[in-house]
């Protein structure tokens, strides 16, 4: 049997873009070997392409809370589907008292897209045995109207099928309604 080859060697195949899925399963498999790669792997996230992109969100999943600290550092400065990524996967893999006040902030900002999913986010992370603060409860009721309003406001309509899903789980909407 052939040695395995470098780690360095097939991430490098995933960010340009040569690798077949065969190189997107190795990475999956090694994910505990991609950890001084972190910087590479986020450049791998940015990716325009989905099918390279996912194979970095699916690896900093599996690498966990370790990665918290790049994602982070990466968040002030990304923007558009970038900026989702590393907040589903700060919401995701990140202690929530370091990822609450990037949501709660996501939530107030102007920008729709960065709201709505900021309040998907939060959404997701309330579970019944959940001991939040006031503050972090007053703004999962406004992130809860917001997903809400997605279903009548015809702007936000484009909003209401990512923000079904995360009131369904809230318990707000029964799951067999569309």
């Not at 995933?14 to 994910?31: K, Q």
């Not at 996912?54 to 790049?70: L, S, V």
């Amino acid at each position: 049997m052939l040695p395995e080859r470098p780690i360095s060697d097939v991430l490098d195949d995933v960010i340009h873009g040569d690798a077949s899925a065969t190189a997107y399963r190795e990475v999956l498999r090694r994910a505990s070997e991609c950890q001084p790669y972190l910087p590479v792997l986020l450049r791998i996230l940015e990716h325009p392409n989905h099918a390279i992109s996912d194979c970095a969100f699916r690896t900093f999943e599996k690498i966990g809370n370790t990665a918290t600290h790049i994602l982070i550092d990466a968040f002030p400065a990304s923007n558009g589907r970038f900026r989702s990524d590393l907040l589903s996967l700060l919401s995701t893999v990140g202690d929530f008292d370091c990822v609450f006040p990037l949501l709660a902030h996501e939530l107030l900002c102007e920008n729709d897209e960065r709201r709505f999913w900021a309040a998907n986010c939060l959404g997701r992370l309330h579970t019944p045995d959940s001991n939040w603060t006031e503050t972090q409860v007053a703004c999962l009721k406004y992130a809860t109207e917001l997903l809400l309003s997605t279903r009548s406001v015809p702007q936000f309509r484009k909003y209401w099928l990512q923000g079904r899903m995360t009131l369904k789980h809230l318990g707000v909407i029964p799951h067999d309604t569309t």
